[in-house]
């Protein structure tokens, strides 16, 4: 037998499988491509961008320039770092080529996340960036500006919105982190633009079941509605706005070393990162067949912040979005097992909408029929929420919905989704899972719907331990 520690709340579980599970851990199982000196490989991707003209042939004394970057939820703070790394760089090409620095913006991307402090900028842009634009050129994009720019809808139906100071530029450069992500393939490229600078309205043409509950959204791919939507989205924002984005995408590792850097237009950048972004992201396990259990441990923070997961919503959404990294390596109906405190701890302070919307969501059969009813679009359209989210610093209203999109994928794809370790059960069943008392009893639970021995997938640190891989089987 392995003894494994599993992720479980601010402590770990520690957990027996059978010498024949399969355990993902980077550094065994997998690794990173050799990372690259990022300031070299910056300068190198400025001064020979793919579609477009380096930006110092672009800048001038009178143009406005607006530099929208990811948020907090990924990217990484060392030294090193992409954001770090690039956006003194790019402000240097600007006024190598006559741009003035009080004509330039930057603007933190979050889409639907909660804006961004000060204390938080410096952490991961630096204090001489912060300094040097702070406070009246550094701001965060606000989903609910009155000046968003409403683009109508594209060619695939989709509403297409545009942060105002984006639309009013004479030069749009984007700063993406190109990295394995279950919704869509990679970050980055043409998502950064529908994803980061958009509104709900937008956002909920694709972080909705019609787009996350059909069969191409599982397994991590970058081809599928989602993909496609993200693109559309991006290409209607350029036509609205009459020019094109300049992108600055890094492909990072598992703990966002850069491993290369391109720049020039989205389709450019696209093309170019995510050749090694998938060889350092797509993972072929040495199994004989697929695996029957897909083992994971949930900790109490991770990406989206504290309480993650032990908020029952954003706790399923993991679940889900794990389930599509792995669904290529897991047989067509496998059972999962989580390991969670899940108490009901919601952090009202970041997700002030979430109880709420979790409770009215248990007078509904299905999550689906929630989200398609008039009381979860007056839940997205809530006055008080979408007050907070522009000036509160917590998440929109909407995001709440997306993530039951994603949270009902596990309970929809899986004979069952058994839940260890929970403080509170009863949130664990608002969700559509089975809690149990110990590893023991779900292992057996598990057996009564894939047979005795089953094939066992571990990945015990996905959401702690760095960029998530997508697995599959080795071919032949």
């Known amino acids: 037998m392995q003894d494994v520690l599993l992720d479980y709340g601010d402590t770990k579980m520690r957990v027996e499988l059978p010498d024949s599970a399969t355990i993902v851990r980077f550094g065994q199982t997998y690794s990173d491509p050799p990372k690259v000196d990022p300031v070299e490989a910056t300068r190198a991707a400025l001064a020979a961008p793919g579609g477009l003209p380096p930006l110092a042939e672009?800048?001038?004394?009178?143009?406005?320039?607006?530099?929208?970057f990811p948020d907090r939820v990924k990217g990484g703070s060392h030294a090193l770092a992409h954001r770090k790394v690039s956006i003194p760089i790019v402000v240097e090409e600007l006024l190598k080529g006559g741009a003035k620095i009080e004509n330039i913006t930057l603007i933190c991307a979050m889409g639907l996340h909660r804006m961004n402090t000060v204390e938080e900028w410096r952490d991961y842009l630096g204090e001489e960036i912060?300094?040097?634009?702070?406070?009246?050129?550094?701001v965060n994009h606000d989903a609910e500006h009155p000046k968003q720019v409403d683009l109508g809808r594209d060619e695939m139906g989709n509403f297409v919105e545009c942060n105002h100071l984006i639309a009013e530029a004479d030069i749009a450069i984007v700063i993406g982190h190109c990295s394995g992500n279950p919704y869509g393939g990679f970050s980055g490229g043409h998502k950064m633009v529908a994803t980061g600078i958009t509104g709900w309205r937008s956002i909920s043409s694709h972080h909705t079941p019609k787009t996350m509950h059909r069969d191409d959204w599982l397994g991590a791919s970058p081809k599928g509605r989602m993909r496609d939507q993200f693109k559309s989205i991006a290409k209607a924002i350029e036509a609205g706005i009459g020019k094109k984005f300049f992108a600055v995408d890094a492909v990072i590792g598992q703990f966002a070393d850069v491993l290369a850097v391109h720049a020039g237009s989205l389709d450019h950048v696209e093309e170019k990162c995510w050749p090694l972004a998938a060889q350092r992201t797509d993972v072929a396990l040495?199994?004989?067949?697929?695996?029957?259990?897909?083992?994971?441990?949930?900790?109490?923070?991770?990406h989206y912040g504290p309480g993650m997961g032990t908020n029952p919503v954003l706790m399923g959404l993991a679940l889900g979005g794990q389930l599509s990294?792995?669904?290529?390596?897991?047989?067509?109906?496998?059972?999962?097992?989580?390991?969670?405190?899940?108490?009901?701890?919601?952090?009202?302070r970041w997700f002030p909408s979430y109880q709420e919307t979790y409770e009215q969501m248990q007078d509904y059969c299905r999550i689906e029929d929630y989200l398609a009813s008039d009381q979860a679009r007056e839940m997205a359209l809530n006055p008080e929420y979408r007050y907070a989210y522009s000036n509160a610093y917590t998440y929109h209203p909407f995001h709440a919905m997306s993530m039951l999109s994603g949270g009902a994928v596990a309970v929809k794809r899986c004979q069952k989704v058994l839940l260890v370790g929970a403080k509170k059960p009863a949130y664990a069943r608002g969700m559509g899972l089975s809690p149990v008392p110990s590893f023991e009893d779900a292992m057996r639970e598990a057996e009564r719907y894939v047979g005795k021995a089953p094939r066992i997938l571990c990945t015990p640190e996905c959401f702690s331990g760095g960029g998530a891989p997508h697995l599959r089987l080795k071919e032949g």
């Open 286 to 302: 040495d199994m004989s067949a697929p695996a029957d259990v897909l083992v994971v441990g949930v900790p109490r923070n991770f």
């Open 130 to 138: 912060v300094n040097r634009f702070w406070p009246d050129r550094l």
């Open 58 to 68: 672009q800048a001038g004394p009178d143009k406005k320039i607006a530099i929208a």
């Open 325 to 348: 990294r792995c669904w290529n390596a897991l047989r067509p109906d496998p059972v999962m097992i989580a390991v969670s405190v899940c108490d009901g701890w919601f952090n009202p």
